[in-house]
Antibody, heavy 119, light 107 residues
């Protein structure tokens, strides 16, 4: 069974940093594109970042480019999102997701982790 | 960026109703569209991929159609478990984008 478990969320002040992790199990992690998607309180879904199976290609939404960095450790079946220079508007639940075998769409999702940016 | 516009934003319906949700893309996305269902406090769940392919395990009352810029998600006979928010998602080009969501409420 595919399982994705996010961790590392919490309360951080504006301008601060946080590192999210996503522990994957139940599949061959190194074979799949992975994604981060977020959802601000009461709002819709917003794509944040994608990373290729070998980590060689990373894509970001414009408003996190230069502040967020996605990485993966295929030996540890782990995905990470390093978030720097956090802003109030980054407050959201962050989901990690695994793409389908054809690399077309996010198929399996974790439960998400809450990040609150506030002074 | 490709904008995804869903309508309606809220829909009130009764059990047994046929429900249709529309998603329009600001430019052609071929059939690179997925539909998700999300319930409060839960992760999104994939329903439809490639615009019209039903994800394994999803009830057959869900169906998707369309290509290019106009897409629909249809629930043929609404069930109590279907009251939720639905999102379309284009995976044609970066930045990937989602529609604003359609909340299906009990009438």
């Amino acid at each position: 069974e595919v399982q994705l478990v996010e961790s590392g969320g919490g309360l951080v002040q504006p301008g601060g940093s946080l590192r999210l992790s996503c522990a994957a199990s139940g599949f061959t992690f190194s074979s799949y594109w992975m994604s981060w998607v977020r959802q601000a309180p009461g709002k819709g879904l917003e794509w944040v970042a994608n990373i290729k199976p070998d980590g060689s290609v990373k894509k970001y939404v414009e408003f996190v480019e230069g502040r967020f960095t996605s990485s993966r450790d295929n030996a540890k079946n782990s995905l990470s999102l390093q978030m720097n220079s956090l802003r109030d508007e980054d407050t959201a639940v962050y989901f990690c997701a695994r793409y389908d075998s054809g690399s077309q769409y996010p198929q399996h999702w974790g439960r998400g982790v809450l990040v609150t940016v506030s002074s | 960026d490709i904008q995804m516009t869903q309508s309606p934003s809220t829909l009130s319906a009764s059990v047994g109703d046929r429900v249709t949700i529309t998603c329009r893309a600001s430019q052609s996305i071929s059939s690179r569209l997925a539909w998700y269902q999300q319930k409060p406090g839960k992760a999104p769940k994939i329903l439809i991929y490639k615009a019209s392919s039903l994800e394994s395990g999803v009830p057959s009352r869900f169906s998707g159609s369309g290509s290019g810029t106009e897409f629909t998600l249809t629930i043929s006979s609404l069930q109590p478990d279907d009251f939720a928010t639905y999102y379309c998602h284009q995976h044609y080009s970066y930045p990937l984008t989602f529609g604003g969501g359609t909340k299906v409420e009990i009438k």
